[in-house]
């Protein structure tokens, strides 16, 4: 099957920085990609949908100049986290859907604010 | 709104025995598809099945199978023979555009 990947897996931050997130379909092509945010011992949350030379759509209550997104080529799409705090400390996890609307998941950036 | 609900937070169930997670959604949607995701401790969310709502025919993969009650709104999963490598979170999704997942139910397979 098609593969997502995500950079970095872990990544520690001071509060107030800024941290990006890539994601990447490997061997095909994305025009939209999802991000999510899961807690410890919770769902996955759809924040924004990425799209491909676009505007990202976000989720109500998702803070559009914290949560940057840029989709920049059918096959990269980078979540940035602006001046970082504690209470953004979460899993950010990446999808894409295939030719046939199958979503494959990146295998997630567990973050930790400081 | 959309809503995806798991109403077994967890599960427990022997090896080699047959277990069944729920899952309801509401929608107004005519089209759409119900997937069941497999969450191990490795937080790599895997495909176990998938079912698009206009089919009646429930999907099937292997050992996984579904109980699709499209009225009823209702989408069950069977996993049959368990296996100790089945024990993880499984969530409910649901989709007509963007995903809504279901809370999850931790499934624990017991030796």
């Known amino acids: 099957g098609a593969v997502v990947s995500q950079h970095p897996s872990w990544v520690i931050c001071k509060s107030g920085t800024s941290v990006k997130i890539e994601c990447r379909s490997l061997?095909?092509?994305?025009?939209?990609m999802f991000w999510y945010r899961q807690f410890p011992k919770q769902s996955l949350m759809l924040m924004a949908t990425?799209?491909?030379?676009?505007?990202?759509?976000?989720e109500q209550g998702v803070e559009k100049d914290k949560f940057l997104i840029n989709h920049a080529s059918l096959t990269l799409s980078t979540l940035t986290v602006t001046s970082a705090h504690p209470e953004d400390s979460s899993f950010y996890i990446c999808?894409?859907?295939?030719?046939?609307?199958?979503?494959?998941f990146g295998p997630g950036t567990r973050l930790t604010v400081l | 709104a959309q809503t995806v609900t798991q109403s077994q937070p967890e599960m427990s169930v022997q090896e080699a025995e047959t277990v069944t997670l729920s899952c309801t959604y509401d929608t107004s949607e005519s089209n759409y598809y119900l997937f069941w995701y497999k969450q191990p401790p490795s937080r790599q969310m895997i495909l176990v099945i998938r079912q698009e709502a206009y089919k009646q025919q429930n999907a099937t993969e292997n050992r996984f199978s579904v109980n699709f009650q499209k009225a009823a709104k209702s989408f069950s999963l069977k996993i049959s023979d368990s296996q100790l490598g089945d024990t993880a979170m499984y969530f409910c999704?649901?989709?007509?555009?963007?995903?809504?997942f279901g809370t999850g139910t931790r499934l624990k397979v017991l030796a």
């Open positions: 999704a649901f989709t007509a555009w963007g995903y809504i």
């Open positions: 990425s799209n491909e030379g676009s505007k990202a759509t976000y």
């Open positions: 061997d095909f092509q994305a025009t939209t």
């Open positions: 999808s894409a859907p295939d030719t046939y609307d199958e979503q494959f």
